[in-house]
């Protein structure tokens, strides 16, 4: 394709959307029924397929989490937090505060969230990295990776902007799958990881 005019060269560019556009895409239809779709700094990403790991943690995670957390916060899976940097991911989980709309009239934003949760195996770099610094531009205060690949929970907190400018956590903790964790801001809130983790696929 030529993308010249006259002597001056043309450089492609990105379409970057906002979220008003994003929302507005879904409402047209433009989404295919079952797309798994993310916005993320403007751009549309299709979310990676799931493995049956993946999918046996999920499973584990909905039958635990709803019987720690109760009423005292609202636990969603799979949906949307907007991000006023053009963002609209879905994490595995979000636990976010309570509210008497049960967010009818809106996502729940940064302002909301008490922590975020994604599960990792083939999506693990970039849960790792461009979510992760997503998560910290907004001031995500905790972020959860169910690290499938090495069985392990990476924990993260105190976001900050690096030197270089982009985001990311002053503090990681790695716990092991027989361990256990309080949820953040829930210090009495205690989950048993031995009930979280996938078993172990022998040959």
């Given at each position: 394709?030529?993308?010249?005019?006259?002597?001056?060269?043309?450089?492609?560019?990105?379409?970057?959307?906002?979220?008003?556009?994003?929302?507005?895409?879904?409402?047209?239809?433009?989404?295919?029924?079952?797309?798994?779709?993310?916005?993320?700094?403007?751009?549309?990403?299709?979310?990676?397929?799931?493995?049956?790991?993946?999918?046996?943690?999920?499973?584990?995670?909905?039958?635990?989490?709803?019987?720690?957390?109760?009423?005292?916060?609202?636990?969603?899976?799979?949906?949307?937090?907007?991000?006023p940097t053009d963002?609209?991911?879905?994490?595995?989980?979000?636990?976010?505060?309570?509210?008497?709309?049960?967010?009818?009239?809106?996502?729940?934003?940064?302002?909301?969230?008490?922590?975020?949760?994604?599960?990792?195996?083939?999506?693990l770099t970039y849960?790792?990295?461009?979510?992760?610094?997503?998560?910290?531009?907004?001031?995500?205060?905790?972020?959860?990776?169910?690290?499938?690949?090495?069985?392990?929970?990476?924990?993260?907190?105190?976001?900050?902007?690096?030197?270089?400018?982009d985001f990311g956590?002053?503090?990681?903790?790695?716990?092991?799958?027989?361990?256990?964790?309080?949820?953040?801001?829930?210090?009495?809130?205690?989950?048993?990881?031995?009930?979280?983790?996938?078993?172990?696929?022998?040959?």
């Amino acid at each position: 394709m030529n993308l010249s005019t006259g002597n001056h060269a043309q450089t492609p560019t990105i379409k970057r959307f906002t979220l008003e556009e994003y929302h507005r895409l879904g409402e047209l239809g433009f989404f295919a029924q079952g797309d798994r779709i993310e916005l993320i700094r403007g751009e549309l990403v299709y979310m990676a397929a799931k493995g049956t790991a993946h999918e046996a943690c999920n499973r584990k995670l909905i039958r635990e989490l709803p019987k720690l957390i109760g009423d005292r916060a609202t636990l969603q899976d799979q949906s949307p937090v907007v991000m006023p940097t053009d963002g609209a991911p879905e994490p595995d989980f979000a636990v976010v505060k309570n509210r008497d709309d049960d967010y009818v009239s809106i996502h729940p934003t940064p302002e909301d969230v008490l922590l975020l949760i994604e599960i990792s195996d083939s999506s693990l770099t970039y849960d790792q990295e461009t979510k992760l610094s997503l998560y910290a531009e907004n001031n995500i205060q905790d972020y959860w990776i169910f690290n499938l690949l090495e069985n392990v929970l990476e924990t993260y907190s105190e976001p900050y902007q690096r030197f270089q400018g982009d985001f990311g956590y002053r503090i990681k903790r790695v716990s092991l799958p027989n361990e256990a964790i309080s949820l953040p801001h829930f210090p009495d809130l205690i989950l048993d990881l031995s009930k979280t983790f996938p078993a172990k696929i022998t040959p």
